[in-house]
T-cell receptor, first 110, second 113 residues
Framework: GESVGLHLPTLSVQEGDNSIINCAYSNSASDYFIWYKQESGKGPQFIIDIRSNMDKRQGQRVTVLLNKTVKHLSLQIAATQPGDSAVYFC?????????FGQGTELSVKP | NAGVTQTPKFQVLKTGQSMTLQCAQDMNHNSMYWYRQDPGMGLRLIYYSASEGTTDKGEVPNGYNVSRLNKREFSLRLESAAPSQTSVYFCASIRTRSSYEQYFGPGTRLTVT
């Protein structure tokens, strides 16, 4: 029979507002984390990364925060734009393999 | 510089048919990966090749085989397709294992009826 897909967590924000997307990772031995953006019908695209010896890293309009105590990662997007609408995945590196989270769908309202 | 390319973009197979998904990268990367993505889910690693001549299983290897033909090309083969293999397949590459930024291809959407 037809399979039913899982519903992604969704975050809806107004254009110009800041967005915060959260991710819980599973393994305390993970040493590297990446955020990817995936637009509809395309492959994932690298946004920003952070190593486990850091707790914050900034890029252009994006900031990643890492809290190893609670195994939590967040992606902050400043001044969110319609072009930011996509699914965002966090990934953790464990022994050379990337383990992806389920993803969060970001919807930007004009 | 085309990056990572995949063929075909779409494919419909009947149960039991076989096919090979092709992937090539022109960035001189050492490591290449095959993932599958099911609706509403993240990517799951099928197989990877750390360097030319080596391949290793990932999280969901059953029902698949791979070939690292040369440094540029990494193919994924379904010997006897099953409806559970209906998915979108992505190929990715990285320069070295110390740099984990993966470059992804556009994906192959496969339906098995």
């Amino acid at each position: 029979g037809e399979s039913v897909g899982l519903h992604l967590p969704t975050l809806s924000v107004q254009e110009g507002d800041n967005s915060i997307i959260n991710c819980a990772y599973s393994n305390s031995a993970s040493d590297y984390f990446i955020w990817y953006k995936q637009e509809s019908g395309k492959g994932p695209q690298f946004i920003i990364d952070i190593r486990s010896n850091m707790d914050k890293r900034q890029g252009q309009r994006v900031t990643v925060l890492l809290n190893k105590t609670v195994k939590h990662l967040s992606l902050q997007i400043a001044a969110t734009q319609p072009g930011d609408s996509a699914v965002y995945f966090c990934a953790e590196n464990l022994a050379g393999k990337l383990i992806f989270g389920q993803g969060t769908e970001l919807s930007v309202k004009p | 510089n085309a990056g990572v390319t995949q063929t075909p973009k779409f494919q419909v197979l009947k149960t039991g048919q076989s096919m090979t998904l092709q992937c090539a990268q022109d960035m001189n990367h050492n490591s290449m990966y095959w993932y599958r993505q099911d609706p509403g889910m993240g990517l799951r690693l099928i197989y990877y090749s750390a360097s030319e001549g080596t391949t290793d299983k990932g999280e969901v290897p059953n029902g698949y085989n791979v070939s690292r033909l040369n440094k540029r090309e990494f193919s994924l083969r379904l010997e006897s397709a099953a409806p559970s293999q209906t998915s979108v397949y992505f190929c990715a590459s990285i320069r070295t294992r110390s740099s984990y930024e993966q470059y992804f291809g556009p994906g192959t959407r496969l339906t098995v009826t």
